[in-house]
């Protein structure tokens, strides 16, 4: 740890952010059971049951290939389950012609590995033109809150700036605050970190971090940065094959992981 990571770290303790405040409510926000996803005759996720929490910050970790990301993909109707059921606040998804795609992308933000971002179009207008095209937002009332969430992420003098002048971690800090321009009920986070120079990763996980103290808002975020875990997370989820092999608190899993294969994973990476 270097001194200004300790140095943030010493003011979030004093400051009383280290951990925000998490309480299970009566149902789980996003619900999922015998979820099963096969590609051709490969199973990619096999059983998996997950419930989460209005306001959790839940962190998924796991090897390369481990089924991490279809999960994700699967919660917001990129990718189409075998079988299983996944329910957000109740609501079956899965398998329901009722279901209206467009309002469930409208209640999960998703924030992706290669950021997404219309190469055409500013800053500022990356994140205008969700609020414009789905929430249906008046243009003024989008640019400001396009230039509240640009600030928050520390763009505020980027905002006219478009996607291929700016750095990667830049471009990634847009599509955070994208996503949050929404204000989704959950937003889920794709290793979002695993495209960038080493450099750049810190400046993306200080705007998690903020956000996650913050704000409130549900988060599943799929990553390898173990650090951002063990600060952050309300509860870590190890997978591997497809399978939740072991989940519980980050002083839980880190310090005293159950299975075999968690150990393993960890004692590599550490």
Same mark, same amino acid.
């Given at each position: ?11 979030? @303790?004093?400051?009383?952010?280290? %951990? ?9 926000i ?13 199973p ?6 997950? =419930? ?27 990718? $189409? ?28 933000? &998703? ?11 500013? *800053? ?21 809150? *396009?230039?509240?969430q640009?600030?928050?992420? /520390? ?17 990634q ?9 929404? @204000?989704?009920?959950?937003i ?8 960038? =120079? ?9 705007? &998690? ?6 704000? /409130?808002?549900t ?7 173990? =650090?951002? *875990? ?23 899993v880190?310090?005293?992981? %159950? *299975?075999?294969? $968690? ?8």
């Open positions: 740890m270097d001194a200004e990571e300790a140095a943030r770290k010493a003011y979030e @303790h004093d400051q009383g952010l280290t %951990k925000h405040t998490f309480k299970p409510g009566e149902h789980p996003v619900r999922i059971e015998h979820l099963n996803k096969t590609f051709t005759d490969t990619v996720l096999r059983d998996v049951n997950l =419930d989460v929490w209005n306001g959790e910050i839940v962190v998924v970790l796991g090897p390369s290939g481990s089924g991490k990301s279809t999960m994700l993909r699967c919660i917001n109707m990129l990718e $189409t389950p075998t079988a299983g059921h996944i329910l957000i606040e109740d609501q079956e998804i899965t398998g329901s012609k009722k279901t209206d795609v467009n309002k469930l992308r409208r209640d999960l933000g &998703m924030v992706f590995q290669g950021f997404n971002l219309f190469p055409h179009m500013t *800053a500022l207008e990356n994140v205008m033109v969700g609020q414009v095209k789905v929430l249906k937002k008046p243009k003024e009332e989008a640019r400001v809150e *396009a230039l509240k640009l600030k928050a992420v /520390g763009l505020a003098d980027r905002a006219d700036y478009k996607p291929p002048q700016l750095s990667g971690g830049q471009q800090r847009v599509a955070i605050a994208r996503a949050v321009a929404m @204000h989704p009920k959950v889920l986070f794709d290793e979002p970190t695993s495209a960038l =120079d080493p450099e750049l990763v810190r400046d993306v996980l200080n705007v &998690m971090r903020d956000l996650a103290l913050h704000s /409130g808002m988060m599943i975020v799929v990553t390898h940065e173990m =650090d951002f *875990a063990r600060d952050v997370a309300d509860r870590v989820v190890f997978m591997e094959g497809g399978v939740v092999v072991e989940q519980g608190l980050p002083s839980e880190f310090d005293h992981p %159950k *299975a075999q294969r $968690t150990k393993e994973f960890l004692g590599h990476i550490r």
